[in-house]
């Protein structure tokens, strides 16, 4: 426990040391999958040159439409717990958690979406956080759901299917309302805080589904992307395209040396997609799989900032409009 106790205070105690580790360990990382993957940087170079600007237009449009519905399940957490929160307001604080993993550390990312769901009315900093957890619990076990099942009609998917069912179950056990809500109590009252309320079975369930539709929108974000590279997938090879977001998500998650799992989860991806496409379609598919998350993130954040912005402009617009009508 003391070995545990000091490797985990060890980021707080010496944050410079922390991020040159991090930074090492990406570089090694990078530089192995680089020289694995030398000899399909030259077609990935051409299909990218060569890009459909429409095609990959459309499939930032169905990545969009995947963080806006995105958004409605942690709204749903907050709400069963009788917290509300403005739609604006959701998609801001998920856009900039979302972007904080960017920024090497791994605590900004529940650190920036505690402030913004400030901003947005919520205080309670704790229950933010675990509000995070179970959206990202609930989210991974239905994307390896989505992905499993995928499995029945694509052939040829080299993947670590056991780990990722075991992963999946630990996960679910995990997140089970008799499980979850005692530990996450006995945690937070450790920190000063009250217990954790409880999510209502019913809610976990529709979060399950809810979950798996929104990856199969992912999917056919990844579907529109590996066109526009110059691909050739079928139709029924959104909701496996679908499950490879999810894997590439898990993986980001667990890389917790690469922010935003900039290295890992492009591997991941890579990797599956070899399945239903060849080597420098697969590779190109998966860089603009990046470049359109980035773009997206940010043009969702400047939005949500704009609409929050009109949101709080206008009842004062209205109260000088009504002053100087008096």
Known sequence: MKVLRRIGSFPKEHPRAFVAVQLAV??????????????????????????????????????????????????RILSDWGHQISY????????????AKYVPGGVWTPAARVVAARRAGITDGALVTMSMLIEAGISAVAGVIVFVVSLTWVDGVDAPLAPLIVFAVVVAVLLHPRVFCP????????????????LQARTMAFLLVFYSGTWVVGGAALWFLLRAVGGHPEAGDVV?????????????????????GLGPREASMYGLMLAIASNGAALGATVLNRVAITLVEVLLLVVGGLLLRQRDEAPEERRVLRDAGA
């Open 183 to 198: 530990l996450a109590s006995k945690i937070l009252r450790r920190f000063g805080h009250g217990s954790m309320p409880r």
């Open 240 to 260: 496996f395209l679908g499950g490879v977001g999810a894997v590439g998500a898990i993986v980001a998650v667990l890389s917790v040396f690469a922010p935003s």
């Open 88 to 99: 604006v307001g959701a998609l801001r604080a998920e856009m900039v958690s979302m972007l």
């Open 26 to 75: 990406l570089a090694v990382f990078f530089g192995a999958v680089g020289w694995a993957m030398r000899g399909s940087f030259h077609a990935a170079g051409d299909d990218l040159r060569n890009a459909n600007l429409v095609e990959f237009g459309i499939g930032c449009g169905f990545l969009a439409a995947y963080y806006l519905l995105f958004v409605f399940g942690w709204m």
